[in-house]
């Protein structure tokens, strides 16, 4: 073993990553920033809000869902559970807003690291959202079978 | 309680105050001092000054957070990329990846890949990025990676968040990982 080479190498190696990783990551905080200050996040999601009964939830989830996706995880789910303590969300939405956003969130900083270094970003985008959708819609009618369920046994 | 619980706490104690001694001696010093500097002065006075504008206060919070994401990334990206190359030249990577390769030819990557899969899921993504590229990889190889780790990584930190809204762990883990590894094999006879 070289003990030169190695350090030589480690250290090229690690600068040429984290110059292809800043070069993507950096300029996108100051996106978010700028997304965060304007609130352009309170506008696009009054857009949504129609499509949100297409996934079994309610109107006001919009936001949660959309700051999940963009701003990241732990994001979305600070949003969400103020606003479930605020008596916004109830108990389904939040479950299932967290359903879909433990497999889909900050989908823009995600897809343009490994487009980076030479993914598909539409092909990654394009199984990413569309299985989330997919998994919150029988989530969620799951859901609803069970509570049907229950009230009757409660009927009988 | 068992004699040596006590005694990796208080290990731990210990660790905390020489932490704190060295911080005390050698950290706070160089910052007093540095904070007396003219130079320091006119960029906290600037930082003050650009607060109180919207625009200004935008880009200086972007700006922070770029800074910080920079002193993340080293600290990843260095270690991870160190503890590779030695394992390349120990040529243990060799062994890794023939002891891997039945198992990844399933989702049509090299015995190598399981590394990334590893420390993107264990770490997160930037450790799994530090990794791919040390490896060679088709373009079809790197878009199944990405639908994998996209699907499932850092999953200890992002469990944890899940967590506090009340999911279960167990369930966040399995969704996660049955989707990345039914998208990983799906991918490699699609594409």
Redesign the interface.
């Known amino acids: 073993?070289?003990i030169n080479?190695?350090i030589k190498?480690?250290?090229f190696?690690?600068i040429?990553?984290?110059k292809?990783?800043?070069i993507v990551?950096?300029p996108l905080?100051?996106a978010?920033?700028?997304l965060k200050?304007l609130k352009i996040l309170d506008i696009i999601s009054n857009i949504f809000k129609p499509v949100m009964k297409f996934l079994g939830l309610s109107k006001e989830s919009s936001f949660p869902l959309l700051v999940g996706l963009t701003l990241g995880?732990?994001y979305g789910?600070g949003v969400?559970?103020k606003s479930?303590k605020d008596g916004g969300l109830s108990k389904r939405d939040?479950?299932l807003l967290?359903?879909f956003l433990?497999?889909c969130h900050s989908v823009i900083e995600?897809?343009l690291?490994?487009v980076s270094?030479?993914?598909?970003g539409w092909?990654?985008l394009g199984?990413?959202i569309p299985?989330a959708v997919i998994?919150t819609i029988i989530v969620s009618k799951q859901m609803k079978i069970q509570t049907n369920q229950n009230s009757n046994s409660r009927l009988n | 309680m068992h004699p040596s619980c006590v005694n990796s706490k208080s290990d731990n104690k210990n660790k905390k105050q020489i932490k704190k001694n060295l911080y005390n001696k050698i950290i706070q010093p160089i910052e007093e001092k540095f904070k007396t500097t003219e130079l320091y002065k006119k960029a906290d006075r600037l930082i003050q000054k650009g607060r109180k504008n919207r625009v200004t206060n935008t880009l200086i919070n972007g700006g922070a957070s770029g800074l910080k994401t920079l002193w993340m990334l080293g600290k990843i990206v260095i270690p991870v990329q160190f503890i590779i190359t030695i394992l390349d030249h120990a040529s243990i990577l060799n062994l890794i990846s023939n002891l891997f390769s039945p198992v990844m030819q399933y989702l049509g990557l090299p015995g190598e890949a399981a590394i990334v899969l590893v420390l993107g899921n264990t770490i997160n993504l930037f450790a799994a990025m530090t990794a791919i590229a040390n490896i060679a990889l088709t373009s079809k190889q790197i878009t199944i990676i990405a639908v994998m780790l996209s699907f499932s990584h850092s999953l200890f930190m992002e469990t944890a968040v899940a967590k506090k809204t009340g999911l279960s762990a167990v369930i966040v883990v399995l969704i996660r990982f049955t989707l990345a590894i039914i998208s990983g094999i799906v991918l490699n006879l699609v594409l």
């Open positions: 073993m070289d080479l190695i190498e480690g250290f190696n690690s040429d990553t984290i292809t990783i800043a990551v950096i905080m100051f978010m920033e700028i200050e995880l732990a789910a969400i559970i479930a939040l479950y967290m359903i433990v497999t995600d897809t690291i490994f270094i030479g993914a598909n092909l990654l199984i990413r299985l998994l």
